[in-house]
Every structure is written in C-alpha cells, then in structure tokens.
C-alpha cells in the first residue's frame, strides 16, 4: 500500500520560511514524478512545483525564485524549500508521486501566512 506522509506545515509571518518534506513508501516501483499541490477554498487545486527522478524541475510562475524543490531518491522523499512566503500561499499543500501511471497523493498539510 502506497503511502505519503507530509510533514513541516504550520504558521509563518509574511517575509519567512518554511520547508515541506514528504516520504513516500510502499510502491514496488519508483516515483518518477514527485511534487507539491497546493488547494485554497474557491479555487481548483494548482501545481506548485515538480520534480522528476533525473532531477528536472517544474515551477509553478508565482512561485519561481522563491520556493525550491528537491528531493532523495535512495529515500524517496521529496522536499519544498518556501522562502519569502506571502499571505498568497496560504494554502493546503499536498504531496503528489507518479509511480506506475497511477497518481497518488497525500493527507495535505496546512500552511498558513499571517502577521
């Protein structure tokens, strides 16, 4: 059973940081695709960036030059640097992997940007 389990949302000032982690597991193959989506009430759920097993990154405009996604391959766990968060990404992030054709995504973790 695959899963993926996201961890390092929370509350932030406008201005800071904050870093996503997700770990995924239980997949007899790899995760070629591995990325974060972000969901806000009123709005469809958007990409917000993307990564491929070979490295190839894939950002969403509102957030290029300010967030950062990498991941670890022997871990199979994917991570997003957010820096210079602005109340805009308030949001519920998810976790997505691609691994043979079938998506898979998880719990979602809450980020919140407020003074």
């Known amino acids: 059973q695959v899963q993926l389990v996201e961890s390092g949302g929370g509350l932030v000032q406008p201005g800071g940081s904050l870093r996503l982690s997700c770990a995924a597991s239980g997949s007899r193959f790899s995760f070629y695709f591995m990325g974060w989506y972000r969901h806000t009430p009123g709005k469809q759920r958007e990409l917000v960036a993307q990564i491929t097993s070979s490295g190839i990154t894939n950002y969403a405009d509102s957030v290029k030059g300010r967030f950062t996604i990498s991941r670890d391959n022997a871990k199979n766990t994917v991570y997003l640097q957010m820096n210079s968060l602005k109340p805009e990404d308030t949001a519920v992030y998810y976790c997505?992997?691609?691994?043979?054709?079938?998506?898979?995504w998880g719990q979602g973790t809450q980020v919140t940007v407020s003074s």
């Open positions: 997505h992997a691609v691994s043979g054709d079938i998506n898979y």
